[in-house]
């Protein structure tokens, strides 16, 4: 796998449901999904002291994160995301 520097988190987005009740959606109107499940993070990011501050985010919680925040990237022909950890903007429970 791929480790991620600094403040980073790796994600593999979640799926958007194109069925909504009874109404099936075409896939163009179907949005990209803005929640994903973390597959990989950083260490941190270091303070202006030198101390490192480490990630909020753990593997495998699901998250939910800005539309543009992410960026794509292909490992092994797999799609993942990648963004800061402050482009994360909720921990999904």
């Known amino acids: 796998m791929i480790e991620p520097t600094a403040d ?4 593999r987005r979640l799926p958007t449901p194109r069925k909504h009740g ?3 959606a075409p896939d163009s109107a179907v949005k990209l999904s ?4 973390v597959v990989a993070r950083g260490p941190g990011e270091r303070n202006k002291q030198g101390k490192l501050c480490p990630l909020d985010v ?8 800005g539309v543009h925040a992410a960026k794509p990237i ?4 797999a799609e993942f995301w990648v963004l800061r950890e402050s482009d994360i ?5």
């Open 34 to 37: 803005q929640e994903g499940v």
């Open 22 to 24: 009874s109404i099936l």
């Open 58 to 65: 753990e593997v495998d919680q699901r998250v939910l994160f």
């Open 74 to 77: 292909d490992i092994d022909g």
């Open 89 to 93: 903007v909720a921990i999904i429970e």
């Open 8 to 11: 980073r988190v790796i994600l």
